[in-house]
């Protein structure tokens, strides 16, 4: 039935049936969320992308319609109107496909979870459901609030208490597996955007030593990872999301140094100057999210 499913969405794709393709996918959103194939995972890319494509093309011909009639224009309004609707069912059902997800890695996951990643897990299941809207049954948001209860009333033992900018535990800390540190970088990647779109200068200092004393309770090669793994995503011309862990953790220029180096870009090598090129960079950040 899955490999059925993805096959009739690749070949919608080739088709260029949109209304096909919203259906599809939307199926494999809700009844194939998990466990997919790399070709699986591809194939719903490429039908995500060709939607995307399917809008932009509905509203250029909206713009270059040049039909003077009110006909034509409310034509191409409820075109483009029908378009974004299905883009926003389908980022409904993507949303839910990942919320369901994460439930039940949570279910099978938590109590092996160090505190603040488990927080972080729970905080992106709420951003999900959020995401999701109405698709979330009142079964699936209990489920949801019983975590958000239990990510309150867990406390940090050992680990809340290395104080904040002080850096890694005297301890090293052992390495951790693939999908652990990818899990955390996508974590890290959400909670670095909801922090640029604040644009408080109070939010993004305090919020970002947290992620910062996060990311040194991990091994320092895993630490790197992480940190290539947040910006896996980011363009050349795109500010780094990372500028707000270097702007707020002082102890670790090195660390953001050589990340910047790795992807092609400049820090100045004086103390004073790399803060005031973080400052920049976090500033370009929060322009950038507020476009």
């Given at each position: 039935m899955r490999a059925d499913l993805f096959g009739r969405l690749a070949q919608a794709v080739r088709d260029g049936a949109s209304e096909e393709v919203i259906s599809l996918l939307t199926q494999a959103d809700r009844k194939a969320a998990r466990e997919r194939t790399l070709e699986q995972h591809d194939i719903a890319r490429q039908a995500a992308a060709f939607l995307k494509d399917e809008k932009r093309r509905a509203a250029q011909a909206a713009r270059e319609s040049g039909v003077p009639g009110p006909v034509a224009r409310t034509r191409a309004r409820a075109r483009v109107e029908t378009v974004v609707k299905r883009a926003q069912s389908?980022?409904?059902?993507?949303?839910?496909?990942?919320?369901?997800?994460?439930?039940?890695?949570?279910?099978?996951?938590?109590?092996?979870?160090?505190?603040?990643?488990?927080?972080?897990?729970?905080?992106?299941?709420?951003?999900?459901?959020?995401?999701?809207?109405?698709?979330?049954?009142?079964?699936?948001?209990?489920?949801?609030?019983?975590?958000?209860?239990?990510?309150?009333?867990?406390?940090?033992?050992?680990?809340?208490?290395?104080?904040?900018?002080?850096?890694?535990?005297?301890?090293?800390?052992?390495?951790?597996?693939?999908?652990?540190?990818?899990?955390?970088?996508?974590?890290?990647?959400?909670?670095?955007?909801?922090?640029?779109?604040?644009?408080?200068?109070?939010?993004?200092?305090?919020?970002?030593?947290?992620?910062?004393d996060d990311l040194h309770r991990l091994h320092p090669e895993d630490q790197v990872q992480v940190l290539m793994a947040i910006e896996d995503s980011t363009r050349s011309k795109e500010p780094l999301l990372c500028s707000v862990l270097a702007l707020a953790d002082t102890a670790s220029p090195a660390l953001y140094r050589d990340l910047a180096a790795s992807l092609g870009r400049q820090v100045p090598a004086g103390a004073s100057e790399a803060d005031e090129h973080w400052q920049a960079e976090v500033l370009r950040l929060q322009q950038y999210f507020h476009r």
């Amino acid at each position: 039935m899955r490999a059925d499913l993805f096959g009739r969405l690749a070949q919608a794709v080739r088709d260029g049936a949109s209304e096909e393709v919203i259906s599809l996918l939307t199926q494999a959103d809700r009844k194939a969320a998990r466990e997919r194939t790399l070709e699986q995972h591809d194939i719903a890319r490429q039908a995500a992308a060709f939607l995307k494509d399917e809008k932009r093309r509905a509203a250029q011909a909206a713009r270059e319609s040049g039909v003077p009639g009110p006909v034509a224009r409310t034509r191409a309004r409820a075109r483009v109107e029908t378009v974004v609707k299905r883009a926003q069912s389908l980022r409904e059902s993507q949303a839910h496909g990942r919320m369901l997800d994460l439930l039940d890695r949570l279910g099978r996951e938590a109590d092996q979870l160090p505190v603040r990643e488990f927080r972080y897990r729970v905080f992106t299941l709420s951003k999900e459901a959020e995401r999701a809207g109405a698709l979330v049954t009142a079964e699936e948001a209990r489920a949801v609030e019983g975590w958000l209860a239990r990510a309150e009333q867990s406390d940090g033992g050992a680990e809340a208490a290395v104080p904040p900018g002080t850096g890694a535990p005297t301890v090293p800390a052992a390495r951790r597996p693939a999908p652990v540190l990818a899990e955390t970088a996508a974590s890290m990647r959400s909670m670095l955007k909801l922090i640029a779109r604040s644009g408080s200068a109070v939010s993004t200092l305090k919020h970002g030593r947290a992620l910062a004393d996060d990311l040194h309770r991990l091994h320092p090669e895993d630490q790197v990872q992480v940190l290539m793994a947040i910006e896996d995503s980011t363009r050349s011309k795109e500010p780094l999301l990372c500028s707000v862990l270097a702007l707020a953790d002082t102890a670790s220029p090195a660390l953001y140094r050589d990340l910047a180096a790795s992807l092609g870009r400049q820090v100045p090598a004086g103390a004073s100057e790399a803060d005031e090129h973080w400052q920049a960079e976090v500033l370009r950040l929060q322009q950038y999210f507020h476009r």
